[in-house]
């Protein structure tokens, strides 16, 4: 079975610009986290959606939004990008709210900011 | 949100127990422990979590303090392939939220 996929997996954008990232669950899994992992620090919580509504959201500017479809798989848009910007983008998928405790992670989308 | 508190690294000889700490005095009441690994170039993986529990699985044992405010991963014989970053986290309560501290980079040597 597929694990949890990320598109792109490497993209360099300058400031100013807007980039959108791609996550596909596994198969049977309704809910999605984004995180942002900064080099040498610990992944931080930015949105979780659940059936396709926003459940939570962490401390980031409204320069962040995403979105989940009807088939589950979620996006993650960044507009106005800035140099911080620049980390690994992991999602994360579970088969209910995270209740459960296991969350299943990509392997990420390492953006870079110029 | 209260992050909790790990050392920066440890070291362990291959096939023997390591035991990796973590303090979380501010945790509240109903929020779950987790750990999960991370491998260079790889997405963190799940490891374990509990509640209040001493929990064990096939990959590890988790031993919580009877006040919470500490717990300790036991990884009970370390081979090279458990050399990565531990992060010890916490679970917001009824949310699939996780709370990522610094991590412990554990190495393992042969």
């Known amino acids: 079975d597929a694990g949890v996929t990320q598109s792109p997996t490497h993209l360099i954008k300058t400031r100013g610009q807007h980039v959108t990232l791609r996550c596909s669950p596994i198969?049977?899994?309704?809910?999605v986290s984004w995180y942002q992992q900064v080099l040498g620090q610990g992944p931080q919580f930015i949105f979780q959606?659940?059936?396709?509504?926003?459940?939570g959201r962490g401390n980031f500017p409204d320069r962040f939004s995403a979105r989940q479809f009807p088939n589950y798989s979620s996006e993650l848009n960044v507009n106005a990008l800035l140099l911080g910007d620049s980390a690994l983008y992991l999602c994360?998928?579970?088969?209910?709210?995270?209740?459960?405790?296991?969350?299943?992670f990509g392997e990420g989308s390492r953006l870079t900011v110029l | 949100d209260a992050k909790t508190t790990q050392p920066n690294s440890m070291e362990s000889n291959e096939e023997e127990p390591v035991h990796l700490p973590c303090n979380h005095s501010?945790?509240?009441?109903?929020?779950?422990i987790h750990w999960y690994r991370q491998l260079p170039s790889q997405g963190p993986e799940y490891v374990i979590h509990g509640l209040t529990s001493n929990v064990n699985n096939r990959m590890a044992s988790l031993a919580i303090a009877e006040d919470r405010k500490s717990s300790t991963l036991i990884l009970h014989r370390a081979t090279l392939r458990d050399a990565a970053v531990y992060y010890c986290i916490r679970g917001v309560s009824n949310t699939g939220k996780l709370i990522f501290g610094q991590g412990t980079t554990l190495q393992v040597k042969p």
């Open positions: 959606y659940y059936e396709k509504e926003e459940r």
């Open positions: 994360a998928s579970s088969w209910d709210r995270g209740r459960s405790g296991e969350l299943f």
């Open positions: 501010t945790i509240s009441g109903t929020d779950y």
């Open positions: 198969s049977g899994h309704k809910s």
